[in-house]
């Protein structure tokens, strides 16, 4: 079957840095996806990787290594609002997506 | 920003109830999508569409229809309500010429089925 594994939890202090793993066996692969959601809300897109290495987009950042079936998402800088959880999600073989449980990072000061 | 909405944005019925959810998007997107979301999971696809008259079923969609008579207007019913269907329903979207292109979600509809 397809799996995408995300760890449950994470905690880190304002300011500091943050490395969210995701690792992935599915049928096929058209690239991943990071998306942040607040608690009661609708995720937001962050990042989208489809070919092997880092993507930087301001204080986030995404890798990618296919062979490895990993991703992670890397967070800087870290502030109170980043408090969210992570959902990584991946498009397989016939374009659906996949989606990981998420990972709720809290931050505290 | 994204121009999606979906109401009704909390929802409390008994059971046997008939419920529709309603989502529509002002971005002329073909691609539409219906999630269902419990707390701390991850989402299941519950019905897509390419567009116009296009509808398919996702993992959960035995017991849901969905409609696109119009591009900007995908509703999803449920024909009788259960506890079971107590959940987060997330309505998506997303532009045609990009099969892996990103997904815009509206705010969600929380159903709780007495």
């Known amino acids: 079957g397809q799996n995408i594994d995300q760890p449950t939890e994470m905690t880190a202090t304002e300011g500091a840095i943050v490395q969210i793993n995701c690792t992935y066996q599915t049928s096929g692969f058209n690239g991943l996806f990071w998306y942040q959601q607040h608690a009661g809300e609708a995720p937001t897109f962050l990042s989208y990787n489809v070919l092997d290495g880092l993507e930087e987009k301001g204080r986030f950042s995404s890798f990618l290594s296919r062979s490895k079936g990993y991703s992670y998402l890397l967070l800087k800088e870290l502030q109170m609002k980043d408090s969210a959880s992570y959902l990584c999600?991946?498009?397989?073989?016939?374009?659906?997506?996949?989606w990981g449980a998420g990972t709720k990072l809290i931050i505290k000061p | 920003e994204a121009d999606i909405y979906q109401t009704p944005r909390y929802l409390v019925i008994g059971t046997g109830k008939k419920i529709t959810l309603e989502c529509s998007q002002t971005m002329g997107h073909d691609k539409m999508y219906w999630y269902q979301q419990d707390p701390g999971m991850e989402l299941h696809l519950i019905h897509y569409?390419?567009?116009?008259?296009?509808?398919e079923k996702g993992d959960l969609s035995s017991e849901s229809t969905v409609s696109r008579i119009r591009t900007e207007h995908f509703p999803l019913t449920l024909e009788s309500a259960r506890p079971s269907h107590t959940s987060q329903y997330l309505c998506?979207?997303?532009?045609?010429?990009?099969?892996?292109?990103?997904?815009?979600f509206g705010e969600g509809s929380r159903l709780t089925v007495l």
């Open positions: 998506a979207s997303s532009p045609h010429d990009r099969d892996t292109g990103e997904l815009f």
């Open positions: 999600a991946v498009v397989d073989s016939n374009y659906q997506l996949i």
């Open positions: 569409s390419y567009g116009v008259n296009s509808t």
